[in-house]
Structures are given as structure tokens and as C-alpha cells.
């Protein structure tokens, strides 16, 4: 399922374009090229240490959604989705804990889903160090490597005007990738050149994704040890 999430969404737009960073701001960065502006929105993103994803995307007929913060710590808080089920994810410190709803347990837990509910209940879950999956969501590099890979595949970008996300102004740069269609991204226009959200209202996977709390500190604590279950521990 998460790898289903991370997917969805690269295929908003989030891929291609070499990550050199071109510098630069002020009221003149919206008049450079396209590519200059995704290169240097790229690197600037790629520097982060901590940011917050949050969004829907809709991909195969499912509402897929994110509410997460983290950083390069291994710290991390917030929510991922599939429909009617909704996991909790917490991090601390490279530990990974998640929290899944009774309707997230029915639709991925299959014909274990009455047994992992009798023995989990709505305690926290153990995920192990090699389950990436999930761990992706809380490792600030983990997620933006995922999100801002490069690929030749491709895309050509174009800018197609400005506007303004939560009052701050942003250029807009459509990308045209050849198999998902055309998404738009908001890049900021004073430096750092952060991309602030991203959105695709044409194609198979459509949705809205916004990146905010840019190298924000936020607070994370471990769950009690008697509100965790280790399922590997049960056999």
C-alpha cells in the first residue's frame, strides 16, 4: 500500500530535471526559463532537513492521502490513507511506530484482519527497520529522494504564470511527462526556491500535494511501552 502512496505521488509531476542548482531570486527568478526554475527548486528541496507533505491523490479508483512531517533524524508524525482506512505514523529517532484504524486493518490485513485486531486493538505497531516502505515517510531524505528522483524521461517544462500559495508568491511551471500527462508545480519566488505544492487534474492519478514547515523543529515522543505491539514478537 505505501509503496502504492509513493508512486502516486511521483506521478503528479515530482520526477526529471537534473538537480544543479541555478541560485538566484527576487521578482526576476519568475522570468527564467523552465528548466532553470525546476533546477533550482530541486536543489534548494534537496537541502531540506525537515518538511511537511500533505495531500490527496487519487490512483486505480482509490482516494489515497498524506499528512506527514519529518526530517533527516528519523523523526516523524502524522497520517497516511487508502479510502476509509487511516494508519498513525510515528518516528523517533529511526524507531517507527504505526497506529492503523479497524477499516485500514480490513482492507490490507486480508484474512488475518480479525486476529491482528483481537491481538492489536488500536496499540501502536512496530515497524521493523527493514520494512522501507513505511519507513520512507519518516527520513526527510528518504522521502524527497523518492519524490524529487531524477529521470530521462522525457518531461518538458514551461512556465505558465504566477500566483500566490498562503499569501506568498510563486511561479508556476507546468510539466508535460509523456506517459502521466501535465501537472503544475508553485515554486517560490524568493529564495530558497521551495516548491510549495504540486497538482494534476488531468489523467489516471489526479490530486493536490503541498510541501510546507520547511526546516521546522517539531516535537515527537515515543509511544509507552504498553501501548506498543511488536507483531514479529507473536509468531
Not at 221 to 234: F, G, Q, R, Y
Request: charged letters at 30%; aromatic letters at 6%; one cysteine or more.
Amino acid at each position: 500500500m505505501t509503496t502504492k502512496v509513493g508512486m502516486a505521488l511521483v506521478a503528479l509531476g515530482l520526477g526529471a530535471a537534473t538537480l544543479t542548482g541555478c541560485g538566484g531570486g527576487g521578482s526576476d527568478f519568475a522570468e527564467k526559463s523552465a528548466d532553470d526554475i525546476v533546477k533550482s527548486s530541486k536543489s534548494d528541496m534537496k537541502g531540506l532537513e525537515s518538511v511537511k507533505v500533505s495531500g490527496t491523490v487519487t490512483s486505480d479508483d482509490q482516494e489515497i492521502t498524506i499528512d506527514m512531517q519529518s526530517n533527516s533524524g528519523g523523526d516523524c508524525t502524522g497520517s497516511i490513507g487508502v479510502d476509509e482506512g487511516t494508519a498513525e505514523l510515528l518516528g523517533v529517532d529511526g524507531e517507527t511506530w504505526m497506529r492503523p484504524d479497524e477499516a485500514f486493518w480490513r482492507s490490507f490485513g486480508g484474512e488475518s484482519a480479525d486476529q491482528i485486531l483481537s491481538v492489536v486493538g488500536d496499540k501502536w505497531v512496530v515497524i521493523g527497520a527493514d520494512e522501507d516502505s513505511f519507513n520512507q515517510f519518516c527520513d526527510v531524505d528518504k522521502l524527497l529522494d523518492e519524490l524529487l528522483k531524477d529521470e530521462e524521461d522525457g518531461s518538458t517544462y514551461k512556465t505558465v504564470g504566477t500566483d500566490e500559495v498562503d499569501g506568498d508568491d510563486v511561479v508556476k511551471v507546468e510539466n508535460n511527462d509523456p506517459e502521466d500527462g501535465p501537472s503544475i508545480g508553485y515554486v517560490l519566488t524568493d529564495d530558497p526556491h521551495y516548491l510549495v505544492k504540486v497538482e494534476r487534474t488531468e489523467g489516471d492519478e489526479q490530486g493536490s500535494v503541498t510541501f510546507s514547515a520547511f526546516d521546522e523543529e517539531f516535537e515527537v515522543e515515543a509511544p509507552a511501552d504498553d501501548e506498543v505491539v511488536d507483531l514479529n514478537s507473536l509468531g
